[in-house]
C-alpha cells in the first residue's frame, strides 16, 4: 500500500468513525437538549451543570473507564468490542453527548421567549409553538452538531486506548499523528495534521452553508 | 353587545400579580385604547385577553361563555396580539403572513388570495420574499400587522402600535385598524403612550393604573379627568395659574369663568371657580389658522410661532399669544398651512377645553 493510499484509507476511517459518532451523538443528545431546553422541570439546573462539566471530560479518564468495561474480564467483554472501530465510536460518541446536549439546550433557551407566544397567538397549540421555537434553533443545533463531529475527529485518548491504533483497522488520523511523530517522522505527523484540520474545515464550513438550505426546507 | 369580559379579574407572572382586579366589558367592534404608565399592567391585560396567560382568579367571559378555566384555546383562536417589538419568524414576509392561514388548514390558494391581499392593504406588495428581520421599523410593524389581519381574528389586540412608525407606516396603520373595525367589525384594543392616537383613533379609552381600570369611557370625557394629573410620563402641557372670575351669563348652564393670566391675557371657560385656580389646555383641542375664523369658540388669540417640533404622529407648535401654548396638529396641517417659525397664526380653542382646578 503507498503511503498516499494509506493516508486516504485512515482519513476515510477517521470520517466514518467520528460522523457516526456524532450521528448517533446527536440521536441521543438532540432530544435530550430539547427537553431540557424547552421543559421546565426540578432539578433542570443540576441536569445542565452536569452536562456542561462533562464537555471538559478528559479523554483519558473516559477511554480508561470504557477499556476496563470492554475488556475481556469486563462487564461489557462479551460484546468484543475492544480495539474495533466500533469501541471507538462507542466512546466518541459518549464524549460529544454533552456537547450536543449543551449546545441544542443553550440555543433553544436563547431564542426570543416571543417566538413560542407569537405561533400561539396566531392560532398555534403548545406543540405548534415548540416547534416554531426549534425551527429558530436549526442554526444552534447544526453547530452543536459540527462541534460534536469536530471534538470526536480531533480527539485522541479514547481513539487509543479503546482503538489500540491496529493498522488497517482502527488507525485514525489522531493516533497516526502520535505514532509517526513518536516515531520521529515529524513531517509526516505535520502532513496528517493538516489532513486533519481541512477535514474539519470543510465539514464545518459545508454544514453552515447549508443552515441556510435547511431553514428554507423546514419553512416548506 | 360585550364580546370580551373581564370581572375582577386577577393575572400575572412567576406568582407576580400584574392585574389586581380588572372589570372591563369590551364591545364588538370598538376600538379602545389603553393608556397608563410602564408597569401598569397593559401588556400583561392584552397577553391574558389574547389567552397567553393564565389568570389566577376572577373570570373572563367571551360571547357570553366564561372560559376562565376551561377553554383558553378560544381566545387564541379568536384574538391576535400584535407585540410591541416587532418578532418575526426567521423567513419571507410571505411565509409570515401565511403562517397562521396554514395552522386553521386554510387551502393553499386561499392563503396566496389572502397573503397578497393583506399585503397590498398594509402597503407591503412586492415585500413577499424579504426577509422579514431585515426590514425597516416600519416596514416589520406593517408585517406583524398584516400577519394578524391576514387570519381575520375577530380582537386584534396591539402593544403600542404607534411606537417609533414613520408618518407613512403610522397612516396606514391607523388607516387598516379603523377599515377593520368599520369594515369587518372587528374589535381592536390597544396600549399606547400616543394621547394623540388614543383619542383620535379610539371610541373609548381606559386609563390603567397599578393593575386596574382607573377611568373608562369617551376619549375627550377620560382626557379631561386625566389631564389633573400626569399620565406615565408625558408632562401636561399648557398648564398655567390663573385669576378665575365667574360671571353669571346665559351661554351656559352654570355660567361661565372669565380667567385672567400672567401679562393681562384674558381667556374664558366653563365652571365654577373663583380666585387662584391652575388650568389645563389640551394642546390637541387647538384650533390653528392663518386668519381669524369666525366660530362658536370662545378663546381666539394672536400670536406668533416660535417653535415647531415634530412629536411621535404629529407636530407641536409653540404660539406665543402672550402666554407659550403649545397646539397639536397633524404634519399634512402644517403643509397645507405652510405655518413657519416667526409666522403670525390665530389660535383657537372652546371655553369647554379649557380644565379648571
Given at each position: 500500500?503507498?503511503?498516499?493510499?494509506?493516508?486516504?484509507?485512515?482519513?476515510?476511517?477517521?470520517?466514518?468513525?467520528?460522523?457516526?459518532?456524532?450521528?448517533?451523538?446527536t440521536?441521543?443528545?438532540?432530544?435530550?437538549?430539547?427537553?431540557?431546553?424547552?421543559?421546565?422541570?426540578?432539578?433542570?439546573?443540576?441536569?445542565?451543570?452536569?452536562?456542561n462539566?462533562?464537555?471538559?471530560?478528559?479523554?483519558?479518564?473516559?477511554g480508561?473507564?470504557?477499556?476496563?468495561?470492554?475488556s475481556?474480564t469486563?462487564p461489557l467483554?462479551?460484546?468484543?468490542?475492544?480495539?474495533?472501530?466500533?469501541?471507538i465510536?462507542?466512546?466518541q460518541?459518549?464524549?460529544?453527548?454533552?456537547i450536543?446536549?449543551?449546545?441544542?439546550?443553550?440555543?433553544?433557551?436563547?431564542?426570543?421567549?416571543?417566538?413560542?407566544?407569537?405561533?400561539?397567538t396566531l392560532?398555534?397549540d403548545?406543540?405548534?409553538?415548540?416547534?416554531?421555537?426549534l425551527?429558530?434553533?436549526?442554526?444552534?443545533?447544526?453547530?452543536?452538531?459540527?462541534?460534536?463531529?469536530?471534538?470526536?475527529?480531533?480527539?485522541?485518548g479514547?481513539a487509543?486506548m479503546?482503538?489500540?491504533?491496529?493498522?488497517?483497522?482502527?488507525?485514525?488520523?489522531?493516533?497516526a499523528?502520535?505514532?509517526?511523530?513518536?516515531?520521529?517522522?515529524?513531517?509526516?505527523?505535520?502532513g496528517?495534521?493538516v489532513?486533519?484540520?481541512?477535514?474539519?474545515?470543510?465539514?464545518?464550513?459545508s454544514l453552515?452553508?447549508?443552515?441556510k438550505?435547511?431553514r428554507w426546507?423546514l419553512?416548506? | 353587545?360585550?364580546i370580551?369580559?373581564?370581572?375582577?379579574l386577577?393575572a400575572g407572572?412567576?406568582?407576580?400579580?400584574?392585574?389586581?382586579?380588572?372589570?372591563l366589558?369590551?364591545?364588538?367592534?370598538?376600538?379602545?385604547?389603553?393608556?397608563?404608565p410602564?408597569?401598569?399592567?397593559?401588556?400583561?391585560?392584552?397577553?391574558?385577553i389574547?389567552?397567553?396567560?393564565?389568570?389566577?382568579?376572577g373570570s373572563?367571559?367571551?360571547?357570553?361563555?366564561?372560559i376562565?378555566d376551561?377553554?383558553?384555546?378560544?381566545?387564541?383562536?379568536?384574538?391576535?396580539?400584535v407585540?410591541?417589538?416587532?418578532?418575526?419568524?426567521?423567513?419571507?414576509v410571505?411565509?409570515?403572513?401565511?403562517?397562521?392561514?396554514?395552522?386553521?388548514?386554510?387551502?393553499?390558494?386561499?392563503?396566496d388570495k389572502?397573503?397578497?391581499?393583506?399585503?397590498?392593504?398594509?402597503?407591503?406588495?412586492?415585500?413577499?420574499?424579504r426577509?422579514?428581520?431585515?426590514?425597516?421599523?416600519?416596514?416589520?410593524?406593517?408585517v406583524?400587522?398584516?400577519?394578524?389581519v391576514?387570519?381575520?381574528s375577530?380582537?386584534?389586540?396591539?402593544?403600542?402600535?404607534?411606537?417609533?412608525?414613520?408618518?407613512?407606516s403610522?397612516?396606514?396603520?391607523?388607516e387598516?385598524?379603523?377599515?377593520?373595525?368599520?369594515?369587518?367589525?372587528?374589535?381592536?384594543?390597544?396600549?399606547?403612550?400616543?394621547?394623540?392616537?388614543?383619542?383620535?383613533?379610539?371610541?373609548?379609552?381606559?386609563?390603567?393604573?397599578?393593575?386596574?381600570?382607573?377611568?373608562?369611557?369617551?376619549?375627550?370625557?377620560?382626557?379631561?379627568?386625566?389631564l389633573?394629573?400626569?399620565?406615565?410620563d408625558?408632562?401636561?402641557?399648557?398648564?398655567f395659574?390663573?385669576?378665575?372670575v365667574?360671571?353669571?351669563?346665559?351661554?351656559?348652564?352654570?355660567?361661565h369663568?372669565?380667567?385672567?393670566l400672567?401679562?393681562?391675557?384674558?381667556?374664558?371657560?366653563?365652571?365654577h371657580?373663583?380666585?387662584?385656580?391652575t388650568?389645563?389646555?389640551?394642546?390637541?383641542?387647538i384650533?390653528?389658522?392663518?386668519?381669524?375664523?369666525?366660530?362658536?369658540?370662545r378663546?381666539?388669540?394672536?400670536?406668533?410661532?416660535?417653535?415647531?417640533?415634530?412629536?411621535?404622529?404629529?407636530v407641536?407648535?409653540?404660539?406665543?399669544v402672550?402666554?407659550?401654548?403649545?397646539a397639536?396638529?397633524?404634519?399634512?396641517?402644517l403643509?397645507?398651512?405652510?405655518?413657519?417659525?416667526?409666522?403670525e397664526?390665530?389660535?383657537?380653542?372652546?371655553?369647554?377645553?379649557?380644565?379648571?382646578?
Amino acid at each position: 500500500m503507498t503511503l498516499a493510499s494509506e493516508i486516504v484509507e485512515i482519513t476515510l476511517r477517521s470520517l466514518f468513525v467520528s460522523g457516526f459518532a456524532a450521528f448517533i451523538a446527536t440521536l441521543i443528545g438532540l432530544p435530550i437538549g430539547v427537553l431540557v431546553g424547552l421543559r421546565k422541570f426540578r432539578g433542570r439546573p443540576l441536569v445542565k451543570g452536569v452536562f456542561n462539566g462533562m464537555m471538559a471530560m478528559p479523554t483519558v479518564a473516559l477511554g480508561l473507564i470504557l477499556y476496563l468495561l470492554f475488556s475481556q474480564t469486563g462487564p461489557l467483554g462479551f460484546l468484543q468490542l475492544l480495539y474495533s472501530p466500533y469501541a471507538i465510536i462507542v466512546g466518541q460518541a459518549i464524549l460529544v453527548v454533552p456537547i450536543m446536549v449543551s449546545i441544542t439546550t443553550e440555543t433553544i433557551e436563547n431564542v426570543d421567549p416571543s417566538i413560542r407566544e407569537l405561533a400561539l397567538t396566531l392560532g398555534a397549540d403548545e406543540s405548534g409553538a415548540r416547534a416554531a421555537v426549534l425551527r429558530e434553533s436549526i442554526g444552534g443545533i447544526l453547530l452543536a452538531s459540527s462541534a460534536s463531529f469536530s471534538r470526536a475527529i480531533s480527539e485522541l485518548g479514547v481513539a487509543l486506548m479503546l482503538g489500540g491504533n491496529i493498522v488497517g483497522l482502527t488507525r485514525i488520523l489522531t493516533t497516526a499523528i502520535a505514532l509517526e511523530t513518536a516515531r520521529g517522522e515529524v513531517a509526516l505527523g505535520i502532513g496528517l495534521a493538516v489532513v486533519l484540520l481541512v477535514v474539519m474545515l470543510v465539514i464545518n464550513v459545508s454544514l453552515r452553508l447549508a443552515e441556510k438550505r435547511v431553514r428554507w426546507w423546514l419553512w416548506q | 353587545m360585550a364580546i370580551i369580559e373581564l370581572v375582577d379579574l386577577r393575572a400575572g407572572y412567576d406568582g407576580q400579580l400584574a392585574l389586581k382586579g380588572v372589570n372591563l366589558e369590551i364591545d364588538q367592534g370598538e376600538i379602545l385604547s389603553l393608556i397608563g404608565p410602564n408597569g401598569a399592567g397593559k401588556t400583561t391585560l392584552l397577553k391574558t385577553i389574547g389567552g397567553l396567560i393564565s389568570p389566577s382568579s376572577g373570570s373572563l367571559v367571551f360571547r357570553d361563555t366564561d372560559i376562565t378555566d376551561t377553554n383558553r384555546e378560544i381566545l387564541r383562536e379568536n384574538a391576535t396580539l400584535v407585540f410591541q417589538n416587532p418578532v418575526h419568524f426567521g423567513t419571507t414576509v410571505y411565509k409570515n403572513v401565511a403562517y397562521g392561514l396554514r395552522i386553521r388548514g386554510v387551502d393553499e390558494s386561499d392563503v396566496d388570495k389572502r397573503v397578497k391581499e393583506t399585503l397590498e392593504l398594509l402597503g407591503l406588495s412586492g415585500f413577499e420574499s424579504r426577509n422579514a428581520r431585515k426590514l425597516s421599523g416600519g416596514e416589520q410593524r406593517r408585517v406583524s400587522l398584516a400577519r394578524a389581519v391576514a387570519i381575520d381574528s375577530s380582537i386584534l389586540l396591539l402593544d403600542e402600535p404607534g411606537a417609533d412608525l414613520d408618518l407613512e407606516s403610522k397612516r396606514i396603520v391607523e388607516e387598516t385598524l379603523r377599515s377593520l373595525s368599520k369594515d369587518r367589525g372587528t374589535t381592536v384594543v390597544m396600549a399606547t403612550h400616543d394621547m394623540f392616537q388614543a383619542k383620535t383613533l379610539a371610541s373609548r379609552i381606559a386609563t390603567v393604573q397599578d393593575g386596574q381600570i382607573e377611568r373608562i369611557g369617551r376619549a375627550s370625557t377620560v382626557f379631561r379627568l386625566e389631564l389633573e394629573s400626569r399620565i406615565g410620563d408625558h408632562p401636561v402641557l399648557n398648564r398655567f395659574r390663573a385669576q378665575a372670575v365667574w360671571i353669571e351669563s346665559d351661554w351656559t348652564k352654570g355660567g361661565h369663568l372669565r380667567l385672567r393670566l400672567e401679562g393681562g391675557l384674558t381667556l374664558e371657560a366653563t365652571g365654577h371657580r373663583d380666585g387662584d385656580v391652575t388650568i389645563i389646555i389640551p394642546p390637541e383641542d387647538i384650533i390653528i389658522s392663518r386668519q381669524a375664523v369666525l366660530s362658536s369658540a370662545r378663546n381666539s388669540l394672536k400670536g406668533s410661532v416660535i417653535n415647531i417640533e415634530a412629536s411621535n404622529s404629529s407636530v407641536l407648535l409653540t404660539v406665543d399669544v402672550g402666554i407659550e401654548l403649545v397646539a397639536q396638529i397633524t404634519e399634512d396641517s402644517l403643509k397645507r398651512l405652510k405655518i413657519e417659525k416667526g409666522d403670525e397664526v390665530f389660535v383657537t380653542f372652546k371655553a369647554s377645553s379649557v380644565t379648571v382646578y
